[in-house]
């Protein structure tokens, strides 16, 4: 059983870790690129599996892009994200650390069936006027594996939302994900999965925000 200092501490950790994946440039390999959005693949070091990292660009201020994106209940981000099914406060930990179960969708034309993932979530805002959401699993009381869903497990992961000097209506979006879908999936599957996924995140993230009145 997890204490509310444990999950503290893993969400710190990981806010720490974002930011390095963010600077550091070295071993990262294109799988998918576009106008709008590279993303790129490294081995993990959480997991026997790949940490993928998208880049882009995106038409509008940071607070409108956080808008779509922050991991709220109720929040945008259940409406425009196709991964995204259901997203439920588990426990509020301080004022920017929760712990939340998402519900995914089945994906892949049925081939990955619906998963849930319990993360703990920190956002954090930093002197520039960044602002990022970062997560990985825990366990919680609240919620143990259900039936219907195949219980998957985020290691490490987020998204930082970074003002661009002089350009006030244009947001750079950094996304991370290590995620173990779970179950018997083949490697293939998850392989082809999270690139073009990822690739689509971006196109209806853009959407989204486009389609926000001014804030």
Known sequence: MESAMDYEHKAKVVGDCLLSYKRDDSGWKV???????????????????????????VIGSPEKVWECLKPVPNGLRVKWDNNVKRFELLEQITEDISICRTVTPSAAMGIIAPRDFVDVILVKQYEDGSISSNATNVTHPGCPP????????????????????????????????QTD?????????????????MAEFYSNLAKAVKSLKDL
């Open 31 to 57: 799988c998918k690129k576009s106008n709008d959005v590279a993303v790129s693949w490294r081995p993990s070091s959480e997991f026997p599996g790949n940490v993928y990292k998208g880049e882009g660009i």
């Open 146 to 177: 259900q039936s219907g869903y195949v219980r998957g497990f985020n290691h490490r992961c987020g998204c930082i939302c970074v003002p661009i000097a002089g350009e006030p209506n244009k947001t750079q979006v950094f996304s991370f994900f």
């Open 181 to 197: 879908l779970g179950g018997l999936l083949p490697r293939s599957v998850v392989d082809s999965f999270f690139p073009s996924s």
